[in-house]
Each structure stands twice: as structure tokens, then as C-alpha cells.
């Protein structure tokens, strides 16, 4: 199976990405045809190493984050599941649906318990909200507290992410509602950005020359696609 080029992408690391620079004017760019590293995976970052980590909270971590792992791990296993990640989450951000605990509980996944996190993916999770809060206030220019589809275009364009028009009408189309106008609150956001980052990270690791394009079985494009719909459905 083979795949044509294609201008969406990012950094290496499927975590939290990078603010883009206050200075830049993001609003309805379309990406220019001389771009090429850049057009598809956007501005290179260096790794990161904090998805799968095991042990304590990392050094430095701030207090508040500690409290709010501690309060929901009742029974000190100094590990929690979807349901107190999702609790824990409500004390620094918003409750999230579960479909987007999942999603963050399938990437910050541990590599000893699929089915909880540690104190080290809870500490990562946290930092990555942190950032994506960042970007969805900076684009929610009315300060709804809900990004349009232009705003989010422009969010994910600015991140390096430019998606072709129709696979964008793809992507919102899941957010639409039926009711022919699609605006993202927060939590539907970090689910929008997560699939295409973390989808993103993963065609990469298959086009070795960066070109855009690669070639892969129809097992492998399985394998990398079906996590993303169905393990946190």
C-alpha cells in the first residue's frame, strides 16, 4: 500500500508539541509549495522520553500535580485507572470524557500496567494539557471557551499540521453534530490534536526520507491506524 505525499505533521515525540512563536500570524495560511521538511512534519523538536516512563514523579514536579494524583489514588498502589485519571483531571482542567481519557490513557500508556499510569505518565499528561491549553486559548480568539473549524485549522497549520482540505472536512466532520456548524470545546480539541499528532508520529516512523510518502502492508497500516479508533471507544 502506498501513499501519496501529504503537508500534515510534527515532531517525533507523541506528547506535547511546541507553542508556535507569538509573532506569527497563523490565521487561514495556506502552506507555501516551497516548503518541504517542514511541510510535513512541521518544526523539528528534540524527543521525548516522558511516555512510558516507570517510578516516582519525575524531579521538580510541581506540588499541585502531586496532590492531585495522591487524592484520587485511594488505595496507594502509586497507580490509578481511567476513572481516577479522569478525576484527577477535573481538580487542574475540566472533566474530560472518557473517550478522551482513554485516548490519553492509550498514549501515555505504562509499559507494566496498560490499564493505569504511574506517577511519571501522570506528571507527562499533565505538562501536555498544559501546553494544548496554551494553544487553544491562544486560538480561541472570542474566548468562547470552543474553537471554530477556521480556528482549529489555524491551530494545527500553526503547529505544523497542514492539513489537506479534505481530509480536514474528514476530521471535522467527527465534531460537527449534526448541526452544520463545528466548534470544539477543550476536551474535543485535545482529542482532535492527539489523533492527528499521534497518527502523524507513526506514518513517520515509516517514511524514512521524510518525503511524505511511504510504502507499508495493509498489516502494518492496520496496526498503525485501528489503536486510534477503537482503544479508547
Not at 110 to 133: K, M, T, V
Not at 149 to 165: F, I
Amino acid at each position: 500500500m502506498e501513499f501519496s505525499r501529504y503537508n500534515s505533521s510534527h515532531s517525533a515525540a507523541p506528547s506535547a508539541p511546541e507553542l508556535p512563536p507569538e509573532s506569527h500570524d497563523y490565521q487561514h495560511h495556506q502552506p507555501p509549495p516551497q516548503q518541504q521538511y517542514q511541510s510535513y512534519y512541521g518544526q523539528p523538536q528534540a524527543p521525548s522520553s516522558s511516555y512510558g516512563q516507570s517510578g516516582g514523579f519525575p524531579a521538580g514536579t510541581e506540588p499541585g500535580v502531586v496532590r492531585a494524583f495522591q487524592m484520587v489514588d485511594r488505595d496507594r498502589s502509586g497507580f490509578i485507572d481511567e476513572h481516577e485519571l479522569q478525576q484527577a483531571l477535573s481538580s487542574g482542567y475540566q472533566r474530560f470524557n472518557l473517550r478522551t481519557i482513554r485516548l490519553l490513557m492509550f498514549l501515555f500508556k505504562n509499559p507494566y500496567d496498560s490499564l493505569r499510569i504511574g506517577p511519571a505518565e501522570f506528571a507527562a499528561l499533565w505538562s501536555c494539557l498544559g501546553h494544548w491549553r496554551a494553544i487553544f486559548e491562544r486560538f480561541d480568539r472570542d474566548r468562547s471557551g470552543k474553537i471554530d473549524s477556521m480556528e482549529l485549522r489555524d491551530a494545527l497549520y500553526s503547529l505544523g499540521y497542514a492539513v489537506p482540505p479534505s481530509v480536514f472536512q474528514v476530521l471535522i466532520s467527527k465534531y460537527g453534530h449534526g448541526s452544520g456548524k463545528t466548534e470544539l470545546d477543550f476536551d474535543s480539541f485535545v482529542e482532535c490534536g492527539m489523533i492527528v499528532k499521534g497518527l502523524t508520529d507513526k506514518f513517520k516512523e515509516k517514511d524514512k526520507g521524510f518525503t511524505g510518502s511511504a510504502r507499508l502492508s495493509y498489516d502494518s497500516f492496520l496496526c498503525m491506524v485501528i489503536p486510534f479508533l477503537v482503544s479508547y471507544d
